[in-house]
T-cell receptor, first 113, second 113 residues
């Protein structure tokens, strides 16, 4: 059974700091991995999608890497801003036809001005 | 707005009542998913549609839950005889193909009192 773990559960950093969020999964037979952002009481916003054949994806100040063999992904946020404060979720899509996602519990990030 | 739309955003109901939620996916997306998210947890998969066919249901989806997507467009999720344990955020997502991004709606927050 695929399990996704995110460490740490919560993180507080001063504005301007670079930071890394971690995601690990137990079964390397994934189809892709997606990082999401969730603001309190809101839905999920897709940040980055990495296909299983890719090693990384970049969007603005965000960079996500994927090491499928070791079951790990990281989300790197450069020059953090207070507006980055949110919960960040990673999810893996299993190697099946459905495309359903298995989520981690998330990392809640607070960026202090 | 061409994103995933969910209605209502919030629902408060008494235990034992029936509730129905609606999801309108992105128009060209043929895959539609329902997830449930409780406080402090990542979303959990409930069910998946490809066009109008419901192809997978989670064991979380008890007999009191039913989902439909009658014409392969919008979907409804009904919960009968609600229980306090049904209180959660119900999220809908859609995607075009298995290997493409999943886009989420803003969710319906259900509170059973």
């Amino acid at each position: 059974k695929q399990e996704v773990t995110q460490i740490p559960a919560a993180l507080s950093v001063p504005e301007g700091e670079n930071l890394v969020l971690n995601c690990s999964f137990t079964d390397s037979a994934i189809y892709n991995l997606q990082w999401f952002r969730q603001d309190p009481g809101k839905g999920l916003t897709s940040l980055l999608l990495i296909q299983s054949s890719q090693r990384e994806q970049t969007s603005g100040r965000l960079n996500a890497s994927l090491d499928k063999s070791s079951g790990r992904s990281t989300l790197y946020i450069a020059a953090s801003q207070p507006g980055d404060s949110a919960t960040y979720l990673c999810a893996v899509s299993l190697s099946s036809n459905t495309g359903k996602l298995i989520f981690g519990q998330g990392t809640t990030l607070q960026v202090k001005p | 707005d061409t994103g995933v739309s969910q209605d209502p955003r919030h629902k408060i109901t008494k235990r034992g009542q029936n509730v129905t939620f609606r999801c309108d996916p992105i128009s060209e997306h043929n895959r539609l998913y329902w997830y449930r998210q409780t406080l402090g947890q990542g979303p959990e998969f409930l069910t998946y549609f490809q066009n109008e066919a419901q192809l997978e249901k989670s064991r979380l989806l008890s007999d009191r839950f039913s989902a439909e997507r009658p014409k392969g467009s919008f979907s409804t999720l009904e919960i009968q005889r609600t229980e306090q344990g049904d209180s959660a955020m119900y999220l809908c997502a859609s995607s075009m193909k298995r290997d493409t991004e999943a886009f989420f709606g803003q969710g319906t927050r259900l509170t059973v009192v």
